[in-house]
């Protein structure tokens, strides 16, 4: 009789006062407040705050806290943002967002321990930065009665990030996929909220579309370092993980400007335009 196949052992947890200890906490944390506000940092700058030979660590799911209602499948995009329940719920949506994008930050950290030591001290800032964002949605929230936990939310970005087999495949994903389009979607979304009559909410969208742009150019550099080469269109879609196309990495319209100013040349923004419907740019 064949021997069933042995099942994956689950990952160690990293010991105490590590930064990966740090991010294992951070992700697997299931209560709502320690969740949205987690502990300072170890000192990334130390060699001391960094476990010595680190495991591969691929957690596949985070810890999530009662209040938050995790569904299968997305609503669809509220229309009308003339009613504040449809912009409280977007708002609510783009929290959740930040959350994971923050989680997948700190999971690569643990899922890719060759990955060299800066590249892992600037994802667990740029966790740190999706956090102060997540924040920003959230004192909105309050701002209009509302609270973390009042809308249903869907762990699609974990859904596929944690597909990436290396960490080529993340920064192409996370940082110049999702990231990049969110470039696309903060313009026009901030658009749309002013267009509404809620400036409180476009300023706020319109900041954190700023503030990404780092975050895409911090993808796109990592990108060249893991590859070798300057960041190529072909060899970008070659390396997203199945079934996820370039189409979906955009929005409409794209946000050229915001696009190069995180390195996309324009061989790649009109090859990246070329992959989807979109119609009008930027």
Request: with cysteine; aromatic share 8%.
């Amino acid at each position: 009789m064949q021997a069933a196949p042995s099942e994956v052992p689950p990952p160690t947890t990293p010991p105490h006062g590590s930064v990966e200890r740090w991010c294992w906490d951070f992700i697997c944390e299931a209560h709502l407040q320690s969740k949205l506000a987690p502990p300072a940092t170890p000192d990334l700058t130390v060699d001391s705050s960094w476990e010595p030979r680190p495991a591969e660590r691929r957690l596949r799911q985070p810890g999530r806290p009662p209040e938050l209602e995790v569904i299968a499948r997305s609503p669809r995009t509220p229309s009308g943002l003339h009613r504040p329940e449809a912009r409280l719920r977007l708002m609510h949506t783009f929290l959740h967002h930040e959350l994971q994008a923050a989680e997948l930050f700190a999971w690569a950290v643990l899922a890719f321990p060759e990955a060299p030591r800066e590249f892992k001290a600037d994802a667990v800032r740029l966790c740190l930065e999706e956090l102060v964002h997540l924040h920003m949605y959230a004192d909105y929230l309050k701002d209009h009665g509302a609270a973390v936990g009042d809308f249903p939310v869907r762990d699609w970005f974990w859904e596929r990030v944690t597909t990436c087999p290396d960490a080529l495949s993340f920064v192409a994903l996370q940082g110049l996929g999702l990231e990049g389009s969110n470039l696309d979607h903060c313009a026009r979304f901030s658009r749309m909220f002013a267009e509404s009559g809620d400036e409180q909410a476009a300023a706020i969208i319109e900041q954190i579309g700023r503030e990404e742009v780092g975050h895409v150019a911090f993808a796109r550099e990592w990108f060249e370092r893991f590859s070798g080469s300057p960041l190529d269109y072909e060899q970008w879609r070659r390396v997203l993980p199945a079934p996820l196309t370039p189409a979906l990495m955009q929005g409409r319209p794209m946000n050229d400007s915001a696009r190069r100013a995180a390195g996309m040349d324009d061989d790649f923004l009109q090859a990246l335009a070329n992959a989807g419907p979109t119609t009008r740019r930027t």
